[in-house]
């Protein structure tokens, strides 16, 4: 079955500077990858997602490029601000209603 | 984005007794539910699949007797922890898909602590 590794497990930046996170992926088959902000105490929330048929997608501050021939996809947060502090999950799965892997998480900490 | 609502955000029970936490898409027709629990600073882990009118797929490791799953419309299902004991208190978390199956939306969470 499908397996995802995330790193870093931690990440501290500086306010205004760009935060990356990266993900691994174990089957080719995989085709849709979302991630997922979560705050304290709250359920994760979808911030971007990106198909296996796209390489970059983009939406304002956040973009996720997708390299499917080294299976591994990463989510670039710029201009990063506080708010933007959260534990970050990436996912993978290979077909629809089959369920989500996650990743591990990136506990992002943007420091004022 | 989708909207779903899990219900109550926060439950405090006794050993023994059993609680109910519903999982409300509000926005659209929920083809496919999944639950799932979170420990501390930790990632989620799934417990069960469910498809409306269908039975609950479980993961291994997960009593279906003790986690009861009911997915009996389009828009609700329930987790239903039975018999609870405090090694049962957790963050639960329930998610919704449509029927096109991609975007998967995730409620608030429940915290359930059993004392």
């Known amino acids: 079955g499908e397996n995802v590794e995330q790193h870093p497990s931690t990440l501290s930046v500086q306010e205004g500077d760009s935060a990356v996170i990266k993900c691994t992926y174990s089957?080719?088959?995989?085709?849709?990858f979302p991630w997922y902000k979560q705050e304290l105490g709250k359920g994760p929330q979808l911030i971007i997602d990106i198909r296996s048929n796209v390489g970059e997608k983009k939406d304002q501050r956040i973009a996720v490029t997708l390299n499917k021939t080294a299976k591994h996809f990463s989510l670039h947060i710029t201009e990063t601000q506080p708010e933007d502090s959260a534990v970050y999950f990436c996912?993978?799965?290979?077909?629809?209603?089959?369920?989500?892997?996650f990743g591990k998480g990136t506990r992002l900490s943007v420091i004022a | 984005g989708a909207v779903v609502s899990q219900h109550p955000s926060r439950v405090i029970c006794k050993s023994g007794t059993s609680v109910k936490i519903e999982c409300r898409s509000l926005?659209?027709?929920?083809?496919?539910m999944f639950w799932y629990r979170q420990f501390p600073k930790k990632s989620l882990m799934l417990m069960a699949t469910s498809n409306e009118g269908s039975k609950a797929t479980y993961e291994q490791g997960v009593e279906k007797d003790k986690f009861l799953i009911n997915h009996a419309s389009l828009t609700l299902s329930t987790l239903t922890v039975t018999s609870a004991h405090p090694e049962d208190s957790s963050f639960y978390i329930c998610?919704?898909?449509?029927?096109?199956?991609?975007?998967?939306?995730f409620g608030p969470g429940t915290r359930l602590t059993v004392t």
């Open positions: 998610s919704a898909s449509d029927l096109l199956g991609y975007e998967q939306y």
């Open positions: 926005d659209f027709q929920a083809t496919t």
């Open positions: 996912a993978g799965r290979n077909s629809g209603n089959t369920p989500l892997v």
């Open positions: 089957d080719s088959a995989s085709n849709y």
